[in-house]
């Protein structure tokens, strides 16, 4: 099974949660691949696979600038995603109060109003805790593998 891991970043730290659970992926039996959002359009939901997206937030709960083209085509370029199932590891800091991990739920909200499923409770990566970034996303990531239908995961994952 594929699985397209779509970044939206600033300053990298969604890219490294991203090949953290690439790597764990591939051990699971995936065909992970990370791909930075930077000029998609709705276009990339329309493979097969499974779709991570992990997703950091800036400004005033925005998406990152190299997400917008993505964010903003899933409104202009809209596509019925009935098909699309995706997981959603959400980047943010809880200092900033009620926009904490805004850019990735506004992701969510947009992808499901299309019609696109989201597998399990979204990721939030919160720069306030001790932990660093990739050990909290791999530990929602044995959770989130759990949850994926039988005849969607991995081979080694069923
Ligand atoms: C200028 C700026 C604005 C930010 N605004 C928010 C915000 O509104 N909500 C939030 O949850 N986190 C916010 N953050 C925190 C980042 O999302 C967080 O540090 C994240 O780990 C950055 O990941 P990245 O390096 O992949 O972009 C902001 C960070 C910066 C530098």
């Not at 998406?63 to 009935?82: E, I």
């Not at 597998?119 to 759990?146: K, N, V, Y």
Request: net charge negative; charged share 15%.
């Amino acid at each position: 099974m594929q699985l397209h891991i779509l970044v939206g970043t600033v300053h990298g730290n969604a890219t490294e949660v991203a090949q953290t659970l690439a790597f764990a992926a591939a051990d699971l039996g995936f065909e992970p691949q990370v791909l930075p959002m930077d000029g998609l359009t709705t276009a990339a939901f329309a493979q097969d696979g499974l779709f991570l997206l992990c997703c950091s937030t800036t400004g005033n709960g925005d998406v990152p600038d190299n997400a917008q083209a993505l964010y903003q085509s899933l409104d202009l370029q809209p596509q019925y995603l009935g098909t699309t199932r995706y997981g959603l590891v959400a980047l943010g800091d809880s200092s900033y109060g009620d926009t904490f991990c805004g850019g990735a739920k506004a992701f969510d909200t947009r992808l499901q109003d299309l019609g696109a499923q989201r597998i399990g409770a979204m990721c939030e990566i919160d720069a306030m805790l001790a932990d660093d970034a990739p050990a909290q996303a791999l530990a929602w990531w044995a959770q989130w593998t759990a949850q994926i239908p039988q005849q969607q995961a991995a081979p080694s994952a069923a």
